[in-house]
């Protein structure tokens, strides 16, 4: 009986170990450098190079200023279609732009939706897309 368990526990930390190891791989790192002030939610966010992270299970995304290391979690972002390629979106009103939309070749894109700041603006804004490089 003993046996047993010990080998239940054994398993199971296995498999824990295993799927945290998944989890870690399975992760999307890419980098984008921002030319400009941008809003990204709530958060406005400074002109610089950004680290963009899908985590595994793709629940949420973490955005990371390299400068100052501060870092914005969108969880749960709704899901569009695969645009074939990898980078950002901005919807841009004069000199404000907004963070709209996170692509990733191969898989649906992740469209974020008008802020309070965003959903004041009454002029009609132009789409804007940055590239990211493979981290």
Do not use: W
């Amino acid at each position: 009986m003993k046996n047993q368990i010990r080998n239940l526990f054994i398993g199971a930390g296995m498999a824990a170990l295993l799927s945290v190891s998944t989890l870690i791989a399975e992760t999307r790192i890419e980098t984008v450098e921002v030319p400009f002030d941008f809003y990204a939610g709530h958060n406005v966010l400074p002109h610089g190079q950004y680290v963009v992270r899908v985590l595994a299970d793709q629940s949420a995304i973490q955005f990371r200023d390299n400068a100052t290391n501060k870092t914005v979690y969108f969880a749960s972002p709704t899901r569009g279609q695969d645009k074939g390629k990898t980078g950002l979106m901005f919807r841009c009103y004069g000199e404000q732009c907004f963070l709209s939309e996170i692509l990733f070749n191969g898989s649906p894109s992740f469209v974020l939706g008008k802020g309070k700041a965003e959903n004041k603006i009454q002029a009609p804004g132009i789409m804007a897309y940055l590239p990211m490089q493979h981290h």
